[in-house]
C-alpha cells in the first residue's frame, strides 16, 4: 500500500472498508487512467465494521420490496458468490433457516416470505418442523424458511481482494491518513487529512460509523446522525459445534433494523451465537466499556437518540441483560435450539461496532442512504447487508458520482 497521499487526484475515495474500497474499485475498472485514490484513516483495510461483522452472505429477504436493501442485496449476493469464485476467495452458500416458536410469530414470518418472494430470493421456501429437523437436526420451531441461497464469507479477504484489484488497475490506497474537512470548489474538491491535503475533482465518503461527521464537515444536514450499536458474540465449544449446521436465525422485531441473534457457522467452521444491539458510547467500542466523550456526547444530544430511547428503553434493558449476562444470552437462543447449555458456549473476545443512523424523529433508518454535496457522494447508511451488497452498491454508488457535476 501506498504510504503517502498525492497533492492531487481524480477521484478521492474516503474509507477503506468494504464499501469504499468496492466503489474505488468499481471507478477504477469504469474509468481505465484515473487516478482514483482511497484515503483510510487506520494502519489497514477492514479494521472497523467491514472486520467486525457475522459474515453472513445475505439473500435479501427481510428487506422491504422496492427499497435500495432488498434491489442491492439480492443482485450483490449474486454478484459475491461469481466474484468469490473468480477469485478464489472461500464462499459457503450452505443455506439458512428463519425459525418461528411461538404462535404469534407466524404473520411476521408469513411477512417475511412475502417479501422474500417480492425480492426474488433464490429457493425460498415454507418448510415445516419435520423438514427444519432434516436441515438443521438441533434446531425446534413451529414452522420455518429455509434459503439455500444464504451463505458465508470472511468479508475482511473480499475487501483484500478488492483492494488488489484496485491497485492492479493503476488505484492508489493510502492508509494512516484520517480525513477531517472537505472544501469544494468550482472544478474541485479538498480534502484536508493528517498527511497534509488533497485536490480531487470528485470524491466519494464511505466512513461508515464517523460518515455524518464527514457529510456535515462538506456542508450537509446533520440529519441522520450515526449511533452505535455494539454487537457482541459468544462461540460454541468445539466439541458442541455440532449443534448448528449452517445459520438459525429467529423472527426479527419488524421494529428494529436487526436480525436478531443467531447461530452461525463461519468459514472457518467455527460456530457464533449474536450479535447483541446495545447502544454504547463509542462508535469503536470493541470493549463493552470503552467511551469517547465526543461519540457519546453527540448521540445523547441527537433530538433523534431521545426520541428513539423513550421508544425502545425495554428493548434496550433485554440487550443490556444479554451483553452482561451469559445465561441470558445462551436462554435466547435456546428458543431455537433448545439442547444448547450454558456450558456449550465460551466467551469470544469478538464484537462488532454497527453504525446506525437515527433520523431526528427517531427512527431507526433501516434503508441504505446516499446523498450528495457539491463534487461529493457520501454514504451516509450502509449497516447490514451493505457487506454483501457492496459490489452492487459500488455501482449505485459510481452511477452517482458520475451524474455529480
Ligand atoms: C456486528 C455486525 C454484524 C454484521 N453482520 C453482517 C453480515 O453478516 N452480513 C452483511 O452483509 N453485513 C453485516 N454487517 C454490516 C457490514 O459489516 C457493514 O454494512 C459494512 O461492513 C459497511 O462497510 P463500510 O465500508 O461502509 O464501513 P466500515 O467497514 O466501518 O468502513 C468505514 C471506514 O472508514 C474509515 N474512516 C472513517 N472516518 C474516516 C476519516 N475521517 N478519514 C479516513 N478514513 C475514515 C474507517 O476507519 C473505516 O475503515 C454487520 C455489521 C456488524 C457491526
Redesign the pocket.
Not at 45 to 58: D, M, T
Not at 177 to 180: K, P, S, T, Y
Given at each position: 500500500m501506498n504510504v503517502t497521499a498525492p497533492s492531487g487526484c481524480d477521484i478521492c475515495v474516503?474509507?477503506?472498508?468494504?464499501?469504499?474500497?468496492a466503489a474505488a474499485r468499481e471507478l477504477e475498472l469504469r474509468h481505465p487512467g484515473a487516478e482514483v485514490v482511497v484515503?483510510?484513516?487506520?494502519h489497514g483495510?477492514?479494521?472497523?465494521?467491514?472486520?467486525?461483522?457475522?459474515?453472513?452472505?445475505?439473500a435479501g429477504i427481510y428487506y422491504a420490496p422496492g427499497s435500495l436493501k432488498a434491489r442491492l442485496c439480492v443482485e450483490g449476493a449474486r454478484r459475491l458468490y461469481d466474484y468469490c469464485a473468480e477469485r478464489g476467495v472461500a464462499a459457503r452458500k450452505d443455506g439458512k433457516v428463519i425459525v418461528a416458536t411461538r404462535e404469534g410469530e407466524l404473520p411476521r414470518l408469513d411477512e417475511l416470505e412475502r417479501r422474500g418472494v417480492a425480492n426474488a430470493v433464490p429457493g425460498l421456501r415454507r418448510i415445516d418442523p419435520g423438514e427444519l429437523r432434516e436441515i438443521e437436526p438441533h434446531a425446534s420451531g413451529i414452522a420455518a424458511l429455509h434459503s439455500p441461497a444464504t451463505g458465508v464469507v470472511d468479508?475482511r479477504a473480499v475487501t483484500g481482494a478488492m483492494a488488489d484489484d484496485l491497485t492492479a488497475a493503476g488505484g492508489k490506497i493510502v492508509t494512516g491518513?484520517?480525513?477531517?474537512a472537505l472544501t469544494a470548489q468550482a472544478s474541485s474538491i479538498t480534502l484536508e487529512?493528517s498527511a497534509g491535503r488533497t485536490e480531487a475533482a470528485k470524491a466519494v465518503l464511505?466512513?461508515?460509523?464517523?460518515a455524518d461527521?464527514?457529510a456535515v464537515a462538506a456542508g450537509a444536514d446533520p440529519d441522520p446522525r450515526v449511533v452505535p450499536f455494539r454487537?457482541a458474540y459468544l462461540r460454541l465449544k468445539p466439541e458442541r459445534a455440532e449443534l448448528v449446521r449452517a445459520n438459525i436465525y429467529p423472527v426479527p422485531d419488524p421494529d428494529l433494523p436487526f436480525l436478531g441473534m443467531h447461530l452461525t457457522r463461519d468459514p472457518s467452521g467455527a460456530v457464533l451465537l449474536g450479535?447483541t444491539a446495545l447502544f454504547v458510547g463509542a462508535r469503536d467500542a470493541y470493549r463493552l466499556r470503552r467511551v469517547v466523550p465526543r461519540d457519546l456526547v453527540e448521540s445523547l444530544l441527537w433530538p433523534g437518540t431521545r426520541r428513539m430511547i423513550r421508544r425502545f428503553w425495554r428493548t434496550g434493558i433485554v440487550e443490556l441483560r444479554h451483553a452482561v449476562s451469559i445465561g441470558s444470552f445462551v436462554e435466547e437462543c435456546r428458543r431455537y435450539v433448545p439442547e444448547l447449555r450454558r456450558e456449550d458456549v465460551e466467551r469470544s473476545s469478538f464484537?462488532?461496532?454497527?453504525?446506525q443512523a437515527i433520523a431526528r424523529d427517531g427512527s431507526l433508518i433501516d434503508d441504505f442512504v446516499v446523498s450528495e454535496t457539491e463534487r461529493a457522494v457520501h454514504?451516509r447508511n450502509?449497516?447490514?447487508?451493505?457487506?454483501?451488497?457492496?459490489l452492487a452498491l459500488a455501482e449505485l454508488i459510481a452511477d452517482r458520482l458520475d451524474a455529480v457535476s
Open positions: 474516503v474509507g477503506g472498508g468494504i464499501v469504499g474500497v484515503l483510510e484513516r487506520e483495510l477492514a479494521i472497523h465494521q467491514s472486520g467486525h461483522s457475522s459474515g453472513v452472505i445475505h468479508f491518513c484520517e480525513v477531517h487529512h464511505c466512513a461508515g460509523p464517523w461527521r464527514l454487537g450479535p464484537a462488532g461496532v454497527r453504525a454514504v450502509a449497516p447490514s447487508p451493505a457487506a454483501t451488497s457492496s
